[in-house]
């Protein structure tokens, strides 16, 4: 089993930086890939970022490649996702994901391990 634990999230303004992290124990995770989803109010959960394990090769949804990066210690084995330059729209709670496979992927059924979850608010 994996348990993953979310931290850094919070209640900003628009235009504010955050950097969530997520901790991973019970196994290793060198060889899983590990993702970012969020989940808006009355929405459904959307893939954000993925990073693999080994080479750490990041996968970012377009539209949010020019404010957020995903990245990873497997020394760690914790992740991060930096969000720079937050708008309302980004505010979510945001979810780590893992999966032990060397395949990048988007879809949240796709991924077995899931954490609590944390609260991103962005106020304008």
């Known amino acids: 089993q994996v348990q993953l634990v979310e931290s850094g999230g919070g209640m900003v303004q628009a235009g504010d930086s955050l950097r969530l992290s997520c901790a991973a124990s019970g196994r290793t995770v060198i060889n899983t890939v590990m993702g970012w989803f969020r989940q808006a109010p009355g929405k459904a959960r959307e893939f954000v970022a993925a990073?693999?394990?080994?080479?750490?090769?990041?996968d970012l949804v377009d539209s949010l490649k020019d404010r957020f990066a995903i990245s990873r210690d497997n020394a760690k084995n914790t992740i991060f996702l930096q969000m720079n330059r937050l708008e309302p729209g980004d505010t979510a709670v945001y979810y780590c994901?893992?999966?032990?496979?060397?395949?990048?992927?988007?879809?949240?059924?796709?991924?077995?391990?899931w954490g609590q979850g944390t609260q991103v608010t962005v106020s304008s």
């Open positions: 994901a893992a999966e032990y496979t060397n395949f990048l992927r988007r879809s949240a059924d796709r991924y077995t391990y």
């Open positions: 990073i693999s394990g080994h080479d750490t090769v990041p």
